[in-house]
C-alpha cells in the first residue's frame, strides 16, 4: 500500500541519511501520512504558504517502523509512521506547486 508524506523543500534537502525523521516524530512520537485520495486537502490545510513542497511516495510495506491508521483531523484516518522512514521503503519523491 502506498502512503505519502509532505516535506518542506529545504528539510529534504539537508536530508542525506538512510533514515528520515520528521520533526514530529520527535514531538508527537509519529510522523504524519496521507493516502493518495487525501493528500490534495492536506496540502491545502496545512501547506498553502510554502509554495513548493517534496511529497514522499511510501511503500508501507516496505516500511522498518510500525505504521498505523488512526483517526486525526475531521474523525478521518490517517496513516501515522512510529519510527523513522528507512530510505528503501520511499519507491517516488514529486515536487508539488501549491
Same mark, same amino acid.
Given at each position: 500500500?502506498?502512503?505519502?508524506?509532505?516535506? *518542506?523543500?529545504?528539510?529534504? +534537502?539537508?536530508?542525506?541519511? &538512510?533514515?528520515? #525523521?520528521?520533526?514530529? !516524530? /520527535?514531538? $508527537?512520537?509519529?510522523?504524519?501520512?496521507?493516502?493518495?485520495?487525501? *493528500?490534495?486537502?492536506?496540502? +491545502?490545510?496545512?501547506?498553502? &504558504?510554502?509554495? #513548493?513542497?517534496?511529497? !514522499? /511516495?511510501? $511503500?508501507?510495506?516496505?516500511?522498518?517502523?510500525?505504521?498505523?491508521?488512526?483517526?486525526?483531523?475531521?474523525?478521518?484516518?490517517?496513516?501515522?509512521?512510529?519510527?523513522?522512514?528507512?530510505?528503501?521503503?520511499?519507491?517516488?519523491?514529486?515536487?508539488?506547486?501549491?
Amino acid at each position: 500500500m502506498l502512503i505519502y508524506h509532505i516535506v *518542506l523543500l529545504d528539510l529534504w +534537502a539537508a536530508f542525506d541519511a &538512510g533514515l528520515y #525523521r520528521a520533526a514530529s !516524530l /520527535e514531538t $508527537e512520537g509519529f510522523i504524519h501520512c496521507s493516502f493518495a485520495e487525501q *493528500l490534495d486537502a492536506v496540502l +491545502a490545510r496545512y501547506y498553502s &504558504g510554502a509554495g #513548493r513542497v517534496i511529497v !514522499l /511516495e511510501i $511503500e508501507a510495506d516496505k516500511l522498518m517502523s510500525r505504521t498505523l491508521n488512526e483517526t486525526s483531523t475531521n474523525s478521518e484516518i490517517y496513516p501515522h509512521i512510529y519510527g523513522p522512514i528507512n530510505r528503501d521503503a520511499i519507491v517516488r519523491t514529486f515536487e508539488r506547486k501549491i
